[in-house]
């Protein structure tokens, strides 16, 4: 009897995302909203689709997917406001951080998303800009998210 080959993308690195995984209820300093994350095309991708109403008008989705050739993670974000950005990187000690180049204004700014204190029904995500004058990271958005009840 033969057994049925495991998917490239269920074990290792590439579950290391597996956290996000579900329906969200969001919370942050004046606002909430949701956020529905599911796997896709074998287990390979995570497809997000964030919505923060009522709390503001943003809507957008994000691809996720592990590149075992790099070893790294690499996501793809865009949303209703025309934003575009590509974020890489990886689970780091507790935290799963993902980061990016992107330009402001003119400048060159860098940009992560921070996801900590990951639990099975909640975790803190935050948006941080890396701040040169001082070398430091600035939290710029945070958000709770609350496993929503079936």
């Known amino acids: 009897m033969s057994e049925t080959p495991q998917s490239p993308c269920s074990a290792g690195q590439a579950a290391?995302?597996?956290?996000?995984?579900?329906?969200?209820?969001?919370?942050?300093?004046?606002?909430?909203g949701s956020n529905s994350v599911t796997k896709a095309y074998g287990g390979c991708v995570l497809i997000e689709k964030f919505d923060g109403q009522p709390g503001m008008a943003l809507?957008?989705?994000?691809?996720?997917?592990?590149?075992?050739?790099?070893?790294?993670?690499?996501?793809?974000?865009v949303d209703d406001q025309g934003s575009y950005l590509a974020l890489s990187g990886?689970?780091?000690?507790?935290?799963?951080?993902?980061s990016c180049e992107n330009m402001r204004e003119g400048q060159t700014?860098?940009?992560?998303?921070?996801?900590r204190n990951i639990a099975a029904n909640s975790l803190d995500w935050d948006w941080q800009r890396f701040e040169p004058e001082n070398g430091t990271w600035k939290n710029?958005?945070?958000i709770h998210y609350q496993r929503k009840v079936p």
């Open 59 to 77: 809507q957008g989705m994000s691809v996720s997917s592990y590149d075992p050739h790099r070893d790294i993670w690499q996501q793809t974000w």
């Open 90 to 98: 990886g689970l780091t000690g507790k935290r799963f951080v993902l």
């Open 140 to 142: 710029v958005w945070q």
């Open 109 to 115: 700014v860098q940009l992560r998303m921070v996801f």
């Open 16 to 32: 290391q995302l597996d956290f996000w995984v579900g329906d969200w209820d969001l919370t942050w300093e004046g606002g909430q």
